[in-house]
């Protein structure tokens, strides 16, 4: 542990020392003034040395390539504080100004972003004493509130079955809606449950209403919905043995069903999921500066550490992130192991997501006013920006909605708001831009590809945009709420509810686009008219292509499948009701069935009742289930457990494997002009298919729709 502190202790301090001499050496350029022309060829000299230093591979360049983007970026803004804002009108002035703060906002979160992303620790698990008698205790808490018992089964079991010994495990059920199902379910497999007198605090509350009465060395905590794979308290508590001013040990929230980016989007499968930027990089960075924090589950926590902050903090509806700051406020350090030890449900409609990540703003917000990291005592000053970086992203909506609608401020109403030539914007702005893109891509090349972040944003930010404002002016204000999951959708539709916002600002981004055509068509091309016209125009269709995608996400697509499916290759022996055993391998599986690859015997009924038998480490477990369809090789069973064993062993075999999302990050490198063509990609799906604004689908459904009229008139006809 001494050493590996020393060696990582080493690098930060390396790391400082070139970020220190970087900032020094690049001062000069950062201020010096140069025309137009001059900084075009700066910007032409700075991408060459961008392409020729990202040929060397390592760390180091990483460095160099973020520093190189820092200085390119504090040039610009130094460029648009000192030779742009010369205003002459009162409208332009606002405006103007409202831009160069949202400019500002986004090169300071650029910045946070490198120093999160640059140097992630690998950590890796610590091993367990060998004798398990040595082994501490652990208390499981699992809240729910208003989930319906199926949701929350395949936690209970699988909490149940994770590999530690049975006397110094207790999982709980803390259920604040009180229901007798869940008393009921609890009590036949032996699960402890909990309820309160009342909902104080909402989770926080539920949680600390339970340490008062669970004793349990450590504390886990999963969300109802989170499944843990069996090895997750041996993966996790090791470090907690080791280090004993370590309070907690965060695992990726990982989720094994689609979000609606994922499930509407053409391209939603092709680009790393929403959260992979997050617990796939970030909270590594985190991790090296000692600040990676509590995300609510899937952590194991010390007990003593949360008595001392007083348990879970309730001040706030973040209260996860909370807890970890106030933790750390007084010396404790925390962990991330970048290994995805349970499961869950995302989000599968987009009015739900939008509504789980007011919550998230709302309370990031919460905390930047009532507990600032900038503030009070107990961290360094990594880790008050690591913790700052957090939060300041989630005043984006304010900044994005700038982004996307400054450039009608010059198209609708003639106000010039960048006091510049047109060459001058596109000599500063342009390198700014591109170093950003480029350096992100290289940074994020398996998290998060070039162009998302503003899609992601721009789906959120109408919606975001009076919970940020009216937190930062009342921070008490707001409610812990529920994400709903789960659910089936027969037909598909477009959400207007979730997109409406954004449906109105693509019609005025639109009337912005013809205004910009019509000045082009009507100035000369040498003029300033021209020029102005063009890069605004260019502007607004950047704006626009990617609201259209913002507004992609909310085609709700048909979901009939109740159970999410997931890949699982692994041996499987079917046995058939005469006793013969077939030998295959799973194709995919879920907790309502599974697609096998083996020989269908000759003389086999269709719809027969077979047998799974499956191995899971050394014992070898059998799923009853019924066979749907076997064709030639492929085989479609639904699972038909007799009693709540075979339940429990559908969900050990489905979502509890100890290697079950060894594969949750595998995606394909970004490449940013490949990336743009997936945004092109998705945006197209509006207007193909089944989807409500394809005009050869709304044909198909007229069709379908008088032909079924005159068919019911022919039936009531004499």
Known sequence: MRGLGRLVGGSVWLARLAVLLGFGVALPFVVAPLEAEQQAWVAVGGLLVFTIGSLVPGRGTLVFLSLLSGTISMRYIYWRVTDTLDYAEFW???????LLLAEIYAVVALLLSYLQSLWPLDRRPAPMPEDPAEWPSVDVFIPTYNEPLDVVKPTIFAAMAMDWPRDRMNVVVLDDGRREEFRAFCEEIGCGYMVRPDNKGAKAGNINHALSRTEGEFVLVLDCDHVATRAFLQMTVGWLLRDPGLAMVQTPHHFYSPDPFERNLASGTRVPNEGLLFYGLIQQGNDLWNAAFFCGSCAVIRRTALEQVGGVPTETVTEDCHCSLKMQRLGWRTAYLRLPLAAGLATDRLIAHIGQRMRWARGMVQIFRIDNPLLGPGLSVTQRLCYVASMWHFLFPLPRFIFLTSPLAYLLFGQNIIAASPLAIVAYAAPHVVHAVLTNSKLQARVRHSFWSEIYETVLALYLLPVVLTTLLDPKRG???????????????????????????????????????????????ESLEFQAFALNTLWVVLSLLTVLAGLAVGRERRQVRERARVGAIMPVGVVLPDGRLVPGETLDLSLGGAAVAAPRPDGLADNVCVTLEIDLGPERVSIPAEALRWQDTRLQVRFAPQNLRDEGNVTRVVLGRADAWVDWDDVREDRPLRSLGEVVRSIGGLFRGNSQFSLRARRARREALARSARAQAARGAP
């Open 92 to 98: 332009a002035t606002f405006l103007g100004t409202g």
């Open 479 to 525: 409610k812990f709420n529920v994400t709903d999951k789960g659910g089936t959708l027969e037909e598909g539709y477009f959400d207007l509810r979730a997109t409406g916002p954004n449906f109105a600002l693509a019609t005025v981004l639109v009337l912005g686009l013809l205004s910009g055509i019509y000045g082009m068509a009507a100035n000369p091309p």
